[in-house]
C-alpha cells in the first residue's frame, strides 16, 4: 500500500487468524461492524412516525404537483405565444434571457437525459417548460409580469404563496419531515394560487366544503365519503351547521330529534332559507312510539325525557312553519319505525349534494356518536364493465336518500 495509505487491522482470532494484535506503525485501527453495536430494526412507533412522515409528504406532494402543472400550462399559454414564432422550439431558452441561462439549460440537459434513456413516457411531456421547477416557473412569471398581468390581478399575493409553497416543496423534495403546521399551509397556498391561476373547480357547495385536492385524486376509494369525524362536535368544527344549511336549496332530514338542525340553526335563519326558496322535508321519530322508550332505555336516560325533547323540537319547527307564506315548503312528518341513522341530505337532487350521516349506537347519545360527510353529485366510483365501458357505482349518499323516501313514504304529516 501507499505511503499514507489506510491499512486494516489484522484479524483477531477468527479463521486463518492468530488473534495478535499487533499493527504496522501508522495504520488506522477500525472497528468491526458487530462492536459498534448499531440496531437496524425499528420498532413499532419509528413505523408509525415514518408513516405518518410518508402520508403528509404524499398529500403535499399532490398539492404541489397540481400547481406545478398548472403553472406550466399558465406559463406555456401567456409566453410561447410571444416567444415561439421567432425563435421555435428554443422559446423557452429564450424567454429565460441571460439571467436564466443556467437554470433553462440545466432543464434543457435533464431532457436530453431522459430522452436517451427511455424516461419520457408521454410525448406530451418532450418540452423543456416540463423540466422546469417550480422556483423557475416563478421566475417566468415574475420576469415576464407585464405579460401575465392581464391574468392575473396581485403579483404581491401570487409571490407570497409562492414563497409559502416553497418551503413545503424543499421539505417534501428533500424528504424531511413535514409538520402539520407546513402541510396546512401548504394545503390553503396550494389551493388558493390554483384559484388565482383560474383553476375552474369552483362550484356552489365550494363554500360548504371546498373539494379537496386528494379527494379529487382517490376519492374513488371511498365511494362518496368525504369526511370521517368521531363526533359531532369535530365535525361542527370543521363544517358549522351555518355552512351546511346556509345555501340549501332542498334539505331533507331523518332522525329522533334532527337537533343538528333544530338545536344549531335558528328559527329566524330557517325562515330566511324556507322564503329564499328552500323546500324542508323533516321527519321525527314519534315522540309517543314505543321506539322512543327503547331508546331512553338504551341510554339510561329517564322515562319521558327523550319524548320531551322531541316534541319541543317539533313544536319549534311548527312555529316555523307557521310564519312562512308556502307552508308546503316546510313539511314535518313523524315515523314509528325503529331509528336506524339520522341524516340531513342538503341538495339530494343537484351536483352540490351534501349529505351528514350517523348511525345509532347502544349507549351513545347523537352528540357523541361517528360522522360521515358525503359528497353528491353522482361522484360514486367508475367501474370498468363487459366490452370496455365504464359505469358509475352508486355511492352511499344515493343510498341514504333512498332510506330516506321509503321512510317518508311510510310517514305521517304533523298537522
Not at 485501527?29 to 409528504?57: C, F, K, N, Y
Not at 417566468?140 to 392575473?152: A, D, G, M, N, R
Not at 322515562?303 to 316534541?311: A, C, D, F, L, Q
Not at 315548503?329 to 314509528?336: L, W
Request: proline share 5%; glycine share 10%.
Amino acid at each position: 500500500m501507499s505511503s499514507g495509505g489506510l491499512e486494516l487491522p489484522p484479524g483477531d482470532g477468527g479463521p486463518g487468524g492468530d488473534g495478535s494484535t499487533d499493527a504496522p506503525p501508522g495504520a488506522v485501527s477500525l472497528v468491526r461492524p458487530m462492536e459498534i453495536g448499531a440496531e437496524l430494526d425499528w420498532g413499532a412507533e419509528a413505523w408509525s412516525e415514518v408513516r405518518t412522515r410518508a402520508r403528509r409528504a404524499g398529500r403535499a406532494y399532490i398539492w404541489l404537483n397540481l400547481v406545478e402543472q398548472r403553472l406550466r400550462a399558465v406559463v406555456s399559454a401567456v409566453l410561447r405565444p410571444i416567444y415561439e414564432p421567432v425563435h421555435g422550439e428554443d422559446w423557452v431558452i429564450a424567454a429565460a434571457g441571460p439571467a436564466g441561462q443556467e437554470w433553462v439549460q440545466r432543464a434543457v440537459a435533464v431532457r436530453e437525459v431522459s430522452r436517451r434513456k427511455g424516461y419520457l413516457l408521454d410525448p406530451a411531456d418532450d418540452n423543456v417548460v416540463s423540466f422546469l421547477t417550480l422556483p423557475q416557473l416563478r421566475e417566468l412569471l415574475v420576469q415576464h409580469w407585464p405579460c401575465f398581468e392581464p391574468y392575473l390581478d396581485d403579483r404581491r399575493e401570487v409571490e407570497l404563496v409562492l414563497d409559502e409553497l416553497e418551503v413545503a416543496r424543499n421539505v417534501v423534495s428533500r424528504n424531511r419531515a413535514l409538520s402539520e403546521t407546513v402541510l396546512a399551509q401548504a394545503e390553503r397556498a396550494s389551493a388558493r394560487l390554483l384559484e388565482i391561476l383560474g383553476s375552474g373547480t369552483g362550484s356552489p357547495s365550494a363554500d360548504r366544503l371546498p373539494i379537496d385536492a386528494v379527494e379529487d385524486l382517490v376519492g374513488d376509494r371511498y365511494a362518496d365519503v368525504v369526511g370521517v369525524h368521531p363526533d359531532r362536535v369535530r365535525l361542527q368544527r370543521q363544517l358549522p351547521a351555518e355552512d351546511l344549511f346556509g345555501n340549501a336549496r332542498r334539505l331533507d332530514a331523518v332522525g329522533i330529534g334532527l337537533n343538528l338542525l333544530v338545536q344549531n340553526y335558528s328559527g329566524r335563519r330557517l325562515v330566511r332559507l324556507a322564503e329564499s326558496g328552500c323546500r324542508a322535508r323533516l321527519l321525527f321519530l314519534n315522540p309517543a312510539s314505543s321506539a322512543v322508550r327503547r331508546r331512553e332505555r338504551e341510554l339510561g336516560l329517564k322515562k319521558g325525557e327523550m319524548s320531551r325533547s322531541v316534541e319541543m323540537n317539533i313544536l319549534h319547527m311548527r312555529r316555523v312553519r307557521a310564519r312562512l307564506r308556502d307552508p308546503g315548503a316546510f313539511e314535518i312528518h313523524v315515523f314509528d319505525e325503529t331509528p336506524r341513522f339520522t341524516a340531513y341530505l342538503v341538495n339530494g337532487d343537484g351536483a352540490d349534494g351534501l349529505a351528514v350521516v350517523q348511525s345509532y349506537l347502544r349507549k351513545a347519545r347523537g352528540m357523541e356518536a361517528p360522522v360521515l360527510v358525503l359528497r353528491g353529485g353522482g361522484r360514486g366510483r367508475e367501474v370498468v364493465r363487459e366490452g370496455g365501458a365504464e359505469e358509475g357505482e352508486g355511492g352511499l349518499f344515493g343510498t341514504y336518500r333512498e332510506e330516506f323516501e321509503s321512510v317518508w313514504a311510510d310517514s305521517r304529516p304533523v298537522s
